[in-house]
C-alpha cells in the first residue's frame, strides 16, 4: 500500500501562485507515476499535471488548461511530488488531489491510479 499525503492549497487572488505537495509513504518504491487532478463542484474529476520515472530520466505532461503555468516536479530522497502553480485564475479553483500508480506510462484517466490521497482545496479569487 501507499499513502500520500497533499499540503500547500489555500485562497490566492487571480494571478497569484501556489505550491502543492504530496509527500508519499509505504511501498514507495513500487510507484512510477504520480499525477494530480483537481474536482471542481459539479464537475467531474479531471487530470492536471502528471510525473514517470525511470533509469532514463522523468517525463512530465500537462493538460492544455494549465501547460505554461503549472509544473510539476519530483524530489526523490523525500518521495515528495510538487506543484507550482503560477499565474492561477478563479476557474482553477478547485480540489487538487494527488495519486500514483506502478508503471512509467502517463495516464490522464484518474480510473488507472490505484492511490490518492485526501484531496486539497484551492481557491483563486478574482
Known amino acids: 500500500q501507499v499513502q500520500l499525503v497533499e499540503s500547500g492549497g489555500g485562497l490566492v487572488q487571480a494571478g497569484g501562485s501556489l505550491r502543492l505537495s504530496c509527500a508519499a509513504s509505504?511501498?514507495?518504491?513500487?510507484?512510477?507515476?504520480m499525477g494530480w487532478f483537481r474536482q471542481a463542484p459539479g464537475k467531474e474529476r479531471e487530470f492536471v499535471a502528471a510525473?514517470?520515472?525511470?533509469?532514463?530520466?522523468?517525463?512530465?505532461y500537462y493538460a492544455d488548461s494549465v501547460k505554461g503555468r503549472f509544473s510539476i516536479s519530483r524530489d526523490n530522497a523525500k518521495n515528495t511530488v510538487t506543484l507550482q502553480m503560477n499565474g492561477l485564475k478563479p476557474e482553477d479553483t478547485a480540489v487538487y488531489y494527488c495519486?500514483?500508480?506502478?508503471?512509467?506510462?502517463?495516464?490522464?484517466?484518474?480510473?488507472?491510479?490505484?492511490?490518492w490521497g485526501q484531496g486539497t482545496q484551492v481557491t483563486v479569487s478574482s
Open positions: 509505504g511501498r514507495t518504491s513500487s510507484v512510477n507515476l
Open positions: 495519486a500514483a500508480r506502478t508503471g512509467i506510462t502517463i495516464r490522464t484517466d484518474s480510473a488507472m491510479y490505484n492511490y
Open positions: 510525473i514517470s520515472w525511470s533509469w532514463s530520466g522523468d517525463i512530465t
